[in-house]
């Protein structure tokens, strides 16, 4: 048997265009695991792979290394097919996980969510829940466990035992210029997820000029590679294409994103955000074989957002995740205003008046992002504190008559909001002299197995 390529050797490799085998690839995890991999030379495998890229079984090798990387969780088998989870890549306004996850819990799933946080303008799961007073996003693999077999959903930051290569990658992927690479996207979310040992995932990836595939192309490559690794991975993969040029809902912030969360499992909040919700519960409800199709799962989630149950679900998790019991009813049964109490208000909010009239086109999700996070709403880089009171407020929809000096945005500060920041907001809402054609729905595409390709 021919000696086994030292790590140098592997990067030298893969620089030089050749193709890394199983055993090569596992050898790199094992030292970027185990510590003995310099970071110059995970940093160096890291950049090779941006520049050469990887084919789908050097992809589908480098994820299911990473995932071996640490232990398995210990589900029960009887939920073998109805364990299920969500991952999006990132938008403005994104807070679809409060909503789905405790809606799947009550049509039957369980939903072992392992969520991130926010950087630079993407809004985080776990920043939005800690937003909650008491909510705990750290929970070993034991009290996940008991969380979902009281529970049904838990909502959790990723544990040192799940995937930790992936951590070691992630963490160096920004400095080193390589988050863009397709396989190493592909290996990092889905490492995670095979780790879950998940029966079924649906992926949401956003397109547009506030998300990390700019055109529908690039997300469109992105999720057929997602799902079909995901599929090679014995786990039943869909994707849906969203569009992110426009916030999604009203509302942008952790704490009012909350609220926004609440008023969709109370049966209500945007359209746009129920739409994502059901359209994404509904395909994963079909995949755990708990709806005869997508569109009956979408039906079946919307029941349970409406009937109450995905509510009472979410009440439920938060006293499982350390909300204490009282402050989780007073949320969840509460009036938005009661809501808007328990978990704080900045100390400044104010209007923007429209300076010219017209009709709405929408608003970017971008500048508007940027704003909120130069006020605190985000972090620069990881551990960062951010203010969970800072958020916006949008108080128009596209399609709507704007007269000049109508208000049209609220923001949340505890500062002040700068010169430059009020004109970037200003340019953030377009409008136009005529009414447009009516504005395409929210998801504009969905990736079933049967559809996506090989290659990465």
Not at 235 to 260: F, H, K, Y
Not at 434 to 440: A, F, I, L, N, V
Request: proline share 7%; hydrophobic share 40%.
């Amino acid at each position: 048997m021919a000696a086994q390529p030292s790590l140098p050797g592997l990067i030298r490799k893969k620089r030089d265009g050749e193709r890394l085998e199983e055993r090569d690839i596992q050898s790199f995890v094992r030292c970027v695991t185990d510590g003995t991999a310099q970071q110059g030379q995970i940093g160096a495998m890291l950049m090779a792979i941006r520049l050469r890229g990887m084919d789908t079984a050097e992809t589908l090798a480098l994820t299911r290394a990473m995932a071996a990387s640490g232990r398995a969780p210990p589900w029960a088998p009887r939920w073998r097919g109805l364990l299920a989870d969500k991952h999006s890549t990132g938008g403005v306004g994104d807070k679809v996980s409060l909503a789905l996850a405790p809606a799947l819990a009550a049509c039957g799933c369980k939903v072992p969510m392992i969520s991130g946080r926010g950087l630079a303008h993407t809004g985080g799961t776990l920043d939005k829940l800690e937003a909650i007073p008491g909510f705990c996003v750290t929970q070993s693999p034991q009290q996940m466990l008991s969380i979902l077999e009281q529970v049904g959903c838990c909502i959790v930051g990723q544990s040192e035992e799940l995937a930790p290569a992936d951590r070691v990658l992630y963490g160096l992927r920004d400095v080193t210029a390589t988050v863009d690479s397709l396989p190493l996207i592909v290996a990092s979310i889905l490492s995670k997820k095979a780790a879950e040992q998940l029966s079924a995932l649906v992926l949401d990836v956003k397109f547009g000029s506030a998300a990390l595939c700019p055109t529908q192309d690039s997300a469109r490559e992105l999720a057929r590679s997602l799902v079909a690794v995901g599929e090679q991975l014995g786990i039943r993969t869909a994707a849906v294409l969203s569009r992110m040029d426009q916030p999604l809902g009203r509302c942008v912030g952790n704490s009012l994103e909350v609220l926004e969360a609440l008023e969709c499992l109370d049966g209500g909040g945007p359209p746009d955000l129920r739409e994502l919700v059901t359209t994404l519960g509904g395909l994963l409800l079909w995949q755990c074989g708990l709806a005869g199709a997508a569109e009956q799962g979408r039906e079946r989630l919307g029941r349970a957002l409406d009937d109450g149950s995905a509510l009472r679900t979410f009440e439920a998790m938060l006293g499982a995740q350390g909300v204490p019991p009282d402050t989780a009813h007073r949320l969840c049964a509460g009036t938005p205003p009661q809501r808007r109490q328990l978990l704080g208000q900045a100390s400044v909010c104010e209007e923007l008046p429209a300076l010219q009239g017209g009709w709405v086109q929408g608003v970017d999700a971008l500048p508007l992002a940027q704003v909120l996070h130069e006020l605190g709403a985000g972090r620069a880089r990881a551990g960062d504190p951010i203010n969970p009171r800072v958020g916006a407020e949008l108080l128009v929809s596209p399609g709507q008559q704007l007269r000049e000096g109508d208000p049209w945005l609220r923001v949340h500060h505890d500062g002040a909001l700068s010169g430059d920041g009020r004109r970037t907001l200003q340019r953030a809402l377009r409008v136009a002299p005529e009414p447009t054609r009516q504005r395409p729905p929210r998801v504009a595409e969905t990736i079933l197995p049967g559809t996506a390709r090989d290659g990465c």
